[in-house]
């Protein structure tokens, strides 16, 4: 049977071919699997954000220690029975914090602190039953895009380690004689949900947009400035990790003065504790020092990538590295005034929500600089 002839400028008819490739690459429609699982990701980039409060608010109330025991499964039951109450209030008053900081607590008094520990482990476990539902959700339906199960699973088993860290650091505050948790647990803590933000923020991005587009902006990609915003993103995260040094020690308090440090630009006894080694961590002198230091080399270095963002002719990069560039410069200063009010708790959970958003917008910026948004002649 003779087919009738085609003109060159009619279009194929787009119901033949599968809107959807094998693997769940959305090839056509208006977004597919893609759109759907990038709004799952920023659900669950939602939550952890949240988490990080949280745990924030947690430890800034000495909430952590309040719940002596790592039970997945029967903790998420809170106290319901005087009885229950009467023997986690017991179980608390036999660690060290109790008897060294809150001895003479209520009942009363304990059950608000118990409620934040709680909540923020309670936290945890809705966001391993989000990324999981919805991680079976996708995979069950053969949704999931080609090459991304692993990327998608990542996040997944980043939060178990996250758990297990986490109860490593309660751990190391019931050891005798201590009343906060471990400096350096608490900056594993927080880097590694830094590290599950960012990894989510990252996906989001990628999948704002489909394979063959992310290929062809590569093209078109900073390939300088995508290495300076990549070294900012490393030099952000130690930043954000010495500030949970900081953090877990309370050196935020130590010295609530600026420019200076009391009378001198070093702190006094710097290695004042013996092996010299622990002073890193334990010396709040010295720890609030490096965090400043490094604030300010942070600084210089976000200049150095907004002065070399400004080149780009792509507004919309450009306008990403001032997004990073404005937030670290909120961000210096909280640090400052966190510093000179004596790390108050809704000064200091201020600073560790801007984190977040500077941390974010480098990441925004980074992905930018490598596959940039496509724009007019007239916007270049």
């Known amino acids: 049977m003779a087919t009738k002839p085609r003109s060159i400028f009619e279009e194929v008819d787009s119901a033949r071919k599968p809107a ?16 759907a699982i990038r709004a799952w990701l920023v659900v669950l980039f939602a939550l952890v954000w949240i988490m990080i409060i949280v745990g924030g608010l947690t430890r800034l109330t000495d909430s952590g220690l309040s719940i002596t025991e790592w039970a997945p499964l029967s903790g998420a039951i809170p106290p319901v029975s005087a009885e229950a109450w009467q023997a986690e209030f017991d ?71 996250q758990a297990a860290i986490g109860w490593g650091m309660v751990h190391s505050g019931l ?13 594993l803590h927080l880097g590694t949900a830094f590290v599950i933000l960012g990894l989510i923020a990252w996906y989001a991005f990628a999948l704002s947009r489909k394979e063959a587009a992310l290929m062809q902006a590569r093209r078109q990609g900073e390939g300088k400035l995508f290495s300076l915003t990549t070294g900012l993103m490393h030099f952000a995260f130690l930043q954000i990790v010495l500030g949970a040094l900081v953090a877990g020690i309370d050196a935020g308090r130590a010295f609530p003065t600026w420019p200076l440090m009391g009378d001198g630009f070093l702190p006094p006894e ?7 080694f622990v002073n890193f961590w334990e010396n709040a002198g010295l ?6 230091m490094s604030g300010y080399l942070l600084l210089a270095f976000g200049v150095v ?9 792509n507004r919309r990069t450009a306008f990403a590295v001032n997004a990073a560039l404005a937030a670290l410069l909120v961000q210096i200063v909280l640090g400052i005034v966190t510093v000179l009010y004596s790390a108050q708790w809704h000064v200091a959970i201020t600073h560790q929500g801007v984190a977040v958003l500077l941390w974010v917008l480098i990441l925004r910026a980074r992905f930018l600089a490598r596959y940039p948004l496509p724009q007019s002649v007239r916007d270049t």
Not at 287 to 292: A, D, T
Not at 305 to 313: E, I, Q
């Open 20 to 35: 959807t490739a094998p693997g769940g690459i959305d090839r056509g429609g208006r977004g597919g699997a893609r759109r």
């Open 91 to 161: 179980a608390y008053r036999a660690i060290p914090e109790y008897e060294l900081q809150n001895a003479g607590m209520s009942l009363a008094e304990f059950k608000r602190i118990f409620w934040w520990e709680w909540g923020h482990r309670q936290l945890g476990r809705v966001i391993g039953l989000v990324w999981g539902a919805g991680y079976l959700w996708f995979a069950l339906r053969r949704q999931i895009p080609a090459g991304w199960h692993i990327r998608l699973a990542i996040p997944g088993l980043l939060g178990g380690v």
């Open 175 to 187: 050891q005798e004689g201590r009343v906060d948790v471990a400096s350096y647990w608490l900056a």
């Open 270 to 276: 710097p290695f004042g504790i013996t092996p010299w």
């Open 287 to 292: 720890v609030q020092f490096l965090h400043r």
């Open 305 to 313: 990538v907004w002065l070399r963002g400004r080149r780009v002719a």
